[in-house]
Nanobody, 113 residues
């Protein structure tokens, strides 16, 4: 069955960096457009970034543009999100999302001094 397993979250100080990973299985990852979304405490889901199949195009929310980079390794069925210059407002549970809306259990990112 489809599985999405996010990892790499943690506690980081403002200005720091984290790299999130999402290991996918149970579907054809290489031909799937993949996204990252996040949910801050008490708020709804917010779209963060998307990458096309083949990594030919990417797009970012204005709030993370220039700080976050989405990438993929189709040989490893893994999606990544490199997050730099983190801010307290980036604190959220981060999920990877496959076409159809299925997401994993998420990984917590906390940005605090």
């Amino acid at each position: 069955q489809v599985q999405l397993v996010e990892s790499g979250g943690g506690l980081v100080q403002p200005g720091g960096s984290l790299r999130l990973s999402c290991l996918a299985s149970g579907f054809t990852f290489s031909s799937s457009r993949m996204s990252w979304v996040r949910q801050a405490p008490g708020k709804g889901l917010e779209w963060v970034s998307v990458i096309s199949s083949g990594a030919t195009s990417t797009s970012y929310a204005a709030s993370v543009e220039g700080r976050f980079t989405i990438s993929r390794d189709d040989a490893k069925n893994t999606l990544y999100l490199q997050m730099n210059s983190l801010k307290p407002e980036d604190t959220a549970v981060y999920y990877c999302l496959k076409p159809g809306g299925q997401r994993g259990q998420g990984t917590q990112v906390t940005v605090s001094s």
